[in-house]
């Protein structure tokens, strides 16, 4: 059975994407209840988010997820981890608010009356009920990203997994994701480029080119990515061609 206690675990994990090293042996126990994962672009810090998700497995070691393997027991990652991405167009699938939120639940077992119903009831808990039947391409980013928030939240996980949640969002929108994310109760692994979304962390790990270069908490993680990204970006580098 899965024990929430233990937390996310993994040993010794490697992955290679098209030829190439992504993630080079990992070693991490998190079991704080906000963990940040910070890191530019390419750093292996999605793949890392979609390795502790299950959706990918890696090539070498072992990922477990309160004890379970989530590639391998996907029913037991179903009911243990949500997953929020960057982009909410790659998470929607359904045309219309109501049938997006049931399709998790049903997913998990309910019937599909129930789930529309449980659909219906959060919506109107949110002081959305009129969203219910609308078509999903009617709403803005803001309000199709705080959809897929609400359709994980439905699902009850315990840990949630946040790709650069803020991102692309204008700052009201932003100013309101982050309050609500900041009161769940559930873990919460937070990736992103962005220092300042992770300052109220519990604990920050820093990624770069796959590998966890440091980690502890942001005030003394944060500063230190802070200076070497402002030294990067002093060196005008950017000029040779990719391989």
């Known amino acids: 059975m899965p024990d929430p206690s233990l937390g996310i675990e993994i040993a010794s994990a490697s992955l ?23 890191g530019r672009n390419g750093s ?12 990918i497995a890696p090539d070498t070691g072992t990922v477990r997820v309160e004890g379970f393997d989530p590639f ?25 608010v109501e049938e997006e939120l049931a399709f998790g639940l049903a997913q998990q ?12 009831a959060a919506l109107a808990a949110e002081g959305r009920a009129h969203w219910a039947g609308v078509p999903v391409t009617s709403l803005s980013q803001g309000q199709r990203h705080y959809l897929c928030l609400l359709s994980v939240l439905l699902m009850a996980p315990r840990t949630i997994l946040l790709d650069e949640p803020l991102a692309g969002l204008d700052l009201p929108t932003q100013a309101r994701l982050a309050r609500r994310f900041a009161a769940l109760p559930q873990r919460l692994v937070t990736i992103t480029h962005d220092p300042a979304v992770l300052r109220d962390a519990d604990r920050v790990l820093w990624l770069e080119a796959g590998r966890v270069v440091a980690d502890g908490p942001p005030a003394e993680v944060i500063p230190a990515f802070t200076a070497e990204m402002a030294r990067i970006g002093a060196e005008d580098a950017d000029a040779d061609l990719a391989g």
């Open 16 to 38: 290679r994407l098209g030829g190439r090293p992504v993630l080079e042996r990992i070693d991490l126990s998190l079991t704080e209840r906000r963990i940040g994962i910070l």
């Open 44 to 55: 292996g810090k999605t793949t890392l988010l979609r390795l502790i998700a299950g959706l």
């Open 72 to 96: 391998a027991d996907r029913r037991a990652a179903v009911a243990a981890l949500g997953i929020l991405f960057q982009n909410p167009d790659h998470q929607i699938l359904f045309p219309t």
């Open 109 to 120: 077992g309910l019937r599909q009356s129930e789930a529309l119903a449980r659909a219906h």
